[in-house]
C-alpha cells in the first residue's frame, strides 16, 4: 500500500558555524547526500562543506543565448529575402550586417529570459512554503541559530540512525520535520 | 578605516619583488638588439621604416593612454577591480614622457608618411587642419595635455599614501570626471592626426572611440599578463585571490565587446551609407587579400576571447586569463596592422619584418623603463581607504 510521506527530515540546530561546517563534512564522509544548511548570513566554505555542485543555469543561458542568437537572424533573413523581397538600393537581400544589431540584442534579451525562467525553473522558486518552517525553532535561522537538515529522501536516512548520529556532532534540538 | 585597523590583512611596505624588476635588464636587451636592426632597416629602407615605427608606437602608445585611462576609471567607479592594478596602471602612464620621446621619429619622418603633407596636395578647409605646422602643434598640445594628467593623477596618488585622508581621495575623484573627457577629446583628435589622416580624403565619426576601446583592451591585457608576473612572487602571491582575476577577467571581457562594438558600427554605418568618400578605405580591405586578415580580426579579436572569457572556471585561473590577455595583446597588434599598412598597400597583403620588430624594439625600451617606474612605489595604494575591502572583497563566494 502507498503511504503518503510525512517526514520531511531530521534538523539539528548549531551554535556556532564552524560547528555547522563540520558537522556538514561528518554528514557527507558518511554517505549522506540530500541535505541543506540554513544559516542567518553567507558563511564562508559553506557551499563547499555541503559539496554544492555547479548549477545548470549556465548552460540553459547559453542555450537561449544560441537559439536567441538563430532565431533573430533568420526572422530577419525570412523577412527580406524570402517573405517580402525588396530590392533596397541594390543591397543584397541578405544584408547580413544590417541583420546583426537586432541578432545581437535577441541573443541578449533570449539568454537573458532563459536565464531567469532557467533558475526559477531549476530552483523551485517561487515557492510560498517549505516544510522547514515546521520545524519549532527554524525562526532562529534568521537570526543567530545554524540549520542543518537531512532529508527523508536520503537514500541512507534511518529515522534513529540519523538521529544518533546527528546529536552526536555537537548539536542540540535535534528534531523531526513533518510535512 | 585606514589600512591596518582591522588587522586581518597585515600591510608590509609592498616593495616590488626583485625578480620582477629583474626583468628590465632582458627587456632592455631583446629592445637593443630589435632597436639595432630598425636603424638597419631605416638606412635600408626609410618609409617602410616608418611605417612598421607607426604601428609599434601606436601599440605602446595604447598602453600608456590606455592604462590611464583605466586608472581615471576607477576613480570614477570605485570598485575593488582597480585598487589592485592601480599601481602596476600608475607605473605605466609616468612612462609619458618616453612616449613623447618615442614619437619623434613621426614627426621628422612625417613627409615620409602622411601622403598630405605634401605641399598642395590638400586644398580649402582639409589644408587649414591638415599641414605640417598644424600637425605638429597638435601633437605638442595632446602631450602636454597627457603629460599633465598623468602628472598630477600619479602626484596626488602618492600624496594619498602619505596622507590617506578624504580630501586626497575626493580630489582624485574630482579629477578623473573631467580628465576622461578631456582623454577622449585629444585621443580622438590624435587618432584622426596620426591613424586617420593615412587616407586622407576617408573619415569615419567613430574612429576615435574606436582607438580609445582598443587601448583600454591592450592596457587591460597588459596589466593582467604583469598582474600573473606579480602573483608569481612573494608579497603578492598571498594577496591575489582567484576572485581578483575574475575581476578583470569580467572587464576584459566587457572590453572586447566594447572594441567589437564600435568596430563593427563603423563598418555598418559605411556600409548601410555606401557613398564614394566613406567605403574606399573598406574596399581596399574588403575586396583584397586584406579580407583575410578582416576575417583572423573577427575570429581572434572577437569570437574566440568573447567565447572563452565567459567561462567562469577560465576567468578565475590566473594562468588561463593571462593567455587570453596575451593572444588579445598579440591581436591589438594585427588590429593595428589592419588600420595602417593597408592604405600603405591597396593592392593586397604585404607585411615587412619591420612590422614586427619595431613593436619589439619599442616594447623592449618601453618595459625596461616601465619595470623601473614599477619599483619607484608600493605595489598596492596604501592610503586608499578602500584597500582593505579590496584585499578581502568577495571573499564569501
Not at chain 1, 1 to 9: A, D, F, N, S, V
Not at chain 1, 59 to 73: A, D, E, Q
Request: overall charge positive; hydrophobic content about 50%.
Amino acid at each position: 500500500m502507498y503511504k503518503i510521506p510525512t517526514l520531511y527530515g531530521l534538523i539539528a540546530e548549531f551554535d556556532k558555524p564552524e560547528q555547522l561546517i563540520a558537522a556538514c563534512e561528518r554528514v557527507r564522509e558518511n554517505g549522506y547526500r540530500c541535505m541543506d544548511a540554513y544559516v542567518p548570513y553567507p558563511v564562508k566554505g559553506l557551499a563547499d562543506a555541503l559539496g554544492f555542485r555547479k548549477s545548470r543555469v549556465p548552460l540553459v543561458t547559453l542555450i537561449g543565448g544560441i537559439l536567441g542568437c538563430s532565431g533573430g537572424y533568420y526572422l530577419q533573413y525570412w523577412c527580406s529575402a524570402i517573405s517580402y523581397p525588396i530590392n533596397v538600393g541594390g543591397r543584397p537581400l541578405n544584408s547580413w550586417p544590417s541583420f546583426i544589431p537586432i541578432t545581437f540584442e535577441m541573443t541578449i534579451l533570449f539568454a537573458s529570459l532563459f536565464c531567469v525562467l532557467g533558475m526559477l525553473a531549476l530552483n523551485g522558486l517561487p515557492r510560498p512554503h517549505h516544510p522547514v518552517f515546521n520545524a519549532p525553532r527554524f525562526a532562529l535561522a534568521t537570526r543567530d541559530r545554524f540549520f542543518l537538515c537531512i532529508e527523508a529522501d536520503d537514500p541512507k536516512f534511518d529515522l534513529r540512525g540519523t538521529r544518533l548520529f546527528l546529536e552526536g556532532l555537537h548539536s542540540h534540538d535535534v528534531t523531526e520535520v513533518l510535512y | 578605516m585606514s589600512g591596518g585597523t582591522k588587522g586581518t590583512v597585515a600591510i608590509p611596505s609592498y616593495a616590488a619583488p626583485a625578480e620582477i624588476v629583474g626583468l628590465r635588464k632582458p627587456a632592455f636587451i631583446v629592445g637593443g638588439i630589435a632597436l639595432i636592426l630598425c636603424a638597419i632597416g631605416w638606412v635600408v629602407n626609410p618609409t617602410q621604416f616608418l611605417q612598421s615605427y607607426l604601428i609599434g608606437f601606436l601599440l605602446w602608445c595604447g598602453v600608456v593612454l590606455g592604462s590611464m585611462a583605466l586608472v581615471m576609471l576607477q576613480f570614477l567607479t570605485g570598485g575593488a577591480w582597480g585598487i589592485m592594478i592601480r599601481r602596476p596602471l600608475e607605473a605605466a602612464t609616468r612612462t609619458m614622457p618616453l612616449l613623447a620621446l618615442f614619437f619623434l621619429p613621426i614627426l621628422f619622418g612625417m613627409r615620409r608618411l602622411y601622403a598630405w603633407s605634401a605641399p598642395g596636395r590638400l586644398t580649402g578647409h582639409q589644408a587649414q587642419y591638415l599641414n605640417v605646422n598644424f600637425f605638429i602643434i597638435r601633437a605638442i598640445i595632446y602631450f602636454i595635455v597627457w603629460g599633465f594628467l598623468a602628472f598630477i593623477l600619479d602626484r596626488w596618488s602618492l600624496e594619498q599614501d602619505r596622507n590617506p585622508g578624504y580630501s586626497n581621495t575626493r580630489r582624485l575623484q574630482l579629477l578623473a570626471g573631467p580628465a576622461i573627457i578631456i582623454y577622449g577629446f585629444t585621443m580622438t583628435f590624435a587618432s584622426i592626426d596620426w591613424v586617420m589622416s593615412l587616407a586622407p580624403g576617408w573619415y569615419s565619426s567613430i574612429f576615435g572611440m574606436l582607438i580609445v576601446g582598443g587601448q583600454g583592451l591592450g592596457a587591460l591585457a597588459f596589466i593582467i599578463i604583469i598582474m600573473l608576473l606579480l602573483a608569481h612572487h612573494e608579497l603578492m602571491a598571498d594577496l591575489l585571490q582567484p576572485r581578483h582575476f575574475h575581476d578583470l577577467g569580467k572587464l576584459l571581457l566587457a572590453f572586447v565587446m566594447v572594441w567589437a562594438y564600435f568596430a563593427f558600427s563603423q563598418l555598418l554605418i559605411i556600409w548601410a551609407g555606401n557613398l564614394t568618400t566613406e567605403i574606399p578605405w573598406y574596399l581596399h580591405r574588403l575586396n583584397t587579400s586584406w579580407r583575410m586578415v578582416g576575417l583572423f580580426i573577427v575570429v581572434f579579436h572577437f569570437a574566440v576571447p568573447f567565447m572563452l572569457l565567459l567561462s567562469r572556471d577560465l576567468k578565475r585561473n590566473a594562468g588561463g586569463l593571462a593567455a587570453v590577455a596575451i593572444g588579445l595583446f598579440a591581436m591589438r597588434w594585427v588590429d593595428l596592422v589592419w588600420m595602417t599598412v593597408p592604405e600603405f598597400h591597396h593592392g593586397g597583403f604585404q607585411i615587412s619584418w619591420m612590422d614586427v620588430m619595431a613593436p619589439i624594439a619599442l616594447g623592449g625600451i618601453w618595459l625596461g623603463v616601465y619595470f623601473t617606474e614599477l619599483k619607484r612605489r608600493p605595489l598596492l595604494p596604501i592610503g586608499e581607504s578602500n584597500l582593505q575591502n579590496a584585499l578581502q572583497h568577495g571573499d564569501d563566494e
